[in-house]
């Protein structure tokens, strides 16, 4: 096994020291962990279903997976068998497991962004595989490869990729039998561009061989306390998959599957947050923008890519010295060196006290 980095939040330790001193408390937009409360619908449905003494099924309940195939289908356009569904243990797990569940090892790259979440890098590493950040994905030629990562909204950058874009990127694999995974979990966050799933017919063409996406509840109905994800797509890569997750015991708790599918049923607590997100990046991004620094993409997602032009650390020191904390660029690739990535994760009382201190 390749040798795994250093956790890159351990970096950040003497920042948020450095934050929580300032006399008006720190506002924390480094990692993008949700604040709001989780729907009182959702928490219901946990609830009831707590009293769930045997062993939950790894491949899920029909009712999760049904829940799942009706949301594809009503917010995305996406038609799929609910056969073609698989719940995760949070989408991270996934992320970081799937190279090893694909069998994919040494003498083997992994593809992903040259700025990216940096699970996509690990999941390779501990394959023993090898990691390959790149963006010109279609100018790699004939090359053979396994696995190839798109990231639509991008998290750190909130960069949409187009519809042709995604085309082109599965023409490429399959004419290579590459699987592609797709990083869908800020999907439901367009702000000026609207994303698009790889399974939907105007990228795939109506079939979703090859093809895997990826989603989380965690943003949209602030479920990251409780693990909640699920892929979907070709259903035979999706049998495959299950296999190996019955041996491995990557099974989602009975109770936590019944809080998704009512989640997903839901639109309206879905809309209701992404509300709340909408007022927080109309507060911060101008507040960022007149104190130096320029948002770059960002038309998408949970995040704000910015930059004053400095070095990120240098960056990080000058907000943290505000009492504000947000993510140095170069945790997602050494193309972020001059980049910080600032989440929309805080309360309302907190980014109005991020505003007053960037005035």
Known sequence: MIGLPDFPWDRLAPYKEMAQAHGGGIVDLSVGTPVDPVPDVVRRAL???SDSPGYPLTYGTERLRTAAAGWFRRRHGVVLDQAAVLPLIGSKEFVAWLPTLLGIGPGQRVIFPELAYPTYD????????????????????PERVPLVWVNSPSNPTGRVLPAEHL??????ARERGAIVASDECYIELGWEEQPISILHPDVCGGSHEGLLAVHSLSKRSNLAGYRAGFAAGDPALIRRLLEVRKHAGMIVPAPVQAAMAVALDDDAHADEQRGRYAARRAALRPALEAAGWRIEHSTAGLYLWASNGESCWDQVRALAEKGILVAPGDFYGEAGNRHVRVALTASDERVDAAVRRLQ
């Open 47 to 49: 609830a009831d279903a």
């Open 122 to 141: 690990v999941g390779a590493r501990l394959a023993g595989a090898e990691p390959y950040a790149t963006d010109g994905l279609l100018a790699l030629g």
């Open 167 to 172: 085309r082109k990127v599965v023409s490429w």
